[in-house]
C-alpha cells in the first residue's frame, strides 16, 4: 500500500510563503499524475494544482501566479510553493497521486493557516 506523507503546512502572514512536500513511501511505482487538493472548513475540497508526468499543469484561477507545483520523480515527491498568500488560501491541503484512472491515494493532509 502507497502512502502519501505531507509536510510544511503551519501559520504564515497574508503575503509570506509556503512550501508544502508530499513524499509517496515507495519509488517502485509510477504515478500518471501527482495534484495538491484543499479544503477549507464549510467548503467542498478543490483542486487546486495537478502535475501531469507529461509535464502539463494546471491551476485554479484562485492561485494562478501565486502557486507553483513541481515533481522530482526520483524521490516520489511533489512540491506546491506558496507564494504571496492570502487568509482565503487557508485551508487542510492534501496531496494526491494517481496511476491510470483507477488507483489514486490521499495524503493524510496539511494544516495552512493564513493570518491578516
Known amino acids: 500500500q502507497v502512502q502519501l506523507v505531507e509536510s510544511g503546512g503551519g501559520l504564515v502572514q497574508a503575503g509570506g510563503s509556503l512550501r508544502l512536500s508530499c513524499a509517496a513511501s515507495t519509488t517502485s511505482v509510477s504515478f500518471s499524475a501527482m495534484a495538491w487538493y484543499r479544503q477549507a472548513p464549510g467548503k467542498q475540497r478543490e483542486l487546486v494544482a495537478i502535475l501531469s508526468t507529461s509535464g502539463t499543469t494546471n491551476y485554479v484561477d484562485s492561485v494562478k501566479g501565486r502557486f507553483t507545483i513541481s515533481r522530482d520523480g526520483a524521490k516520489n515527491t511533489v512540491y506546491l510553493q506558496m507564494n504571496s498568500l492570502k487568509p482565503e488560501d487557508t485551508a487542510v491541503y492534501y496531496c494526491?497521486?494517481?496511476?491510470?484512472?483507477?488507483?489514486?491515494?490521499w495524503g493524510q493532509g496539511t494544516q495552512v493557516t493564513v493570518s491578516s
Open positions: 494526491y497521486a494517481a496511476i491510470g484512472f483507477r488507483i489514486n491515494y
